[in-house]
């Protein structure tokens, strides 16, 4: 019986492997094609595949069982549920994966995109470059159509240009970036703050003028340190929260 193919991770020693390898197959998983099967390999194929132990994989699993998005059979082996609920709290422990398999899972429309003047409170950001290019997404919850969340994309004109449009009505930005476009990201810095909706904001995630939202800002380092992509994301506050794990 085919199995379905998760992404490749690069390991990152300093945080949980049995984290980093949940993050990145629930990413996996929830940016999958409807085509995809539903059956995962084995959990020694999924070690093999993540170069880890037999153990942490089965941690990883667990992790999502728990979560709803897989199920696990005996004799019959693990399977993706086709019907597991997308939303969930946003859980940021230091590792890319986790910011990817985030954003994941959601129905994106992509409402438009172009050169835009860079906003005066970003300008440090991208010194020398009057310009570069926006991109405005809104995410939907898969089973029920409600919006979540609205995302504003502040990216370099020159990584820009190698961006297809279409690839963001499938996957975040994040994953675009570092496995479609090649960049090499080496760190990713978060802003979350508590806001009220605008105008705008209400309007698209459809609650009250001046509900509470969450207001994120996510800027993406390459690997010389140079900001290319800056992303301010509004949540629906009635929707998410943001736990953050420190290691001592």
């Known amino acids: 019986m085919t199995t379905f193919a998760p992404d490749s991770l690069d390991l990152n020693r300093k945080l949980p492997l049995w984290y980093q390898v949940s993050q990145s197959l629930r990413a996996s998983i929830l940016g999958r094609s409807p085509e995809a099967p539903l059956r995962l390999p084995t959990e020694d194929a999924l070690a093999a595949h993540y170069g880890v132990s037999v153990l942490t994989m089965r941690q990883a699993l667990k992790e999502l069982e728990t979560e709803g998005l897989i199920s696990r059979h005996r004799r019959r082996g693990t399977f993706i549920e086709p019907s597991a609920r997308r939303g969930a709290p946003v ?143 509004h949540y629906r506050g009635d929707r998410f929260s943001f736990t953050v794990s420190l290691d001592a």
Do not use: C
């Not at 926006?134 to 409600?146: F, Q, V």
């Not at 930005?173 to 810095?189: Q, W």
């Open 91 to 233: 859980r940021l422990l230091g590792s890319v994966d986790a910011i990817v398999a985030q954003q994941s899972g959601m129905t994106t429309e992509l409402l438009g995109h172009g050169p835009t003047t860079v906003p005066a409170d970003l300008s440090g950001y991208f010194p020398g470059t009057p310009e570069v290019t926006g991109y405005r997404r809104l995410r939907s919850d898969e089973e029920t159509g409600e919006p979540t969340n609205h995302a504003h994309n502040y990216v370099r004109p020159e990584i820009a240009a190698r961006i297809d449009p279409a690839d963001l009505t499938r996957w975040p930005m994040t994953k675009v970036l570092r496995d479609v476009v090649g960049v090499r990201i080496s760190r990713i810095t978060d802003t979350v703050e508590a806001r009220l909706a605008d105008p705008e904001t209400a309007r698209l995630l459809r609650i009250p003028l001046l509900s509470p939202i969450l207001h994120y800002t996510g800027i993406t380092y390459d690997e010389t340190g140079q900001p290319v992509d800056i992303a301010r994301i």
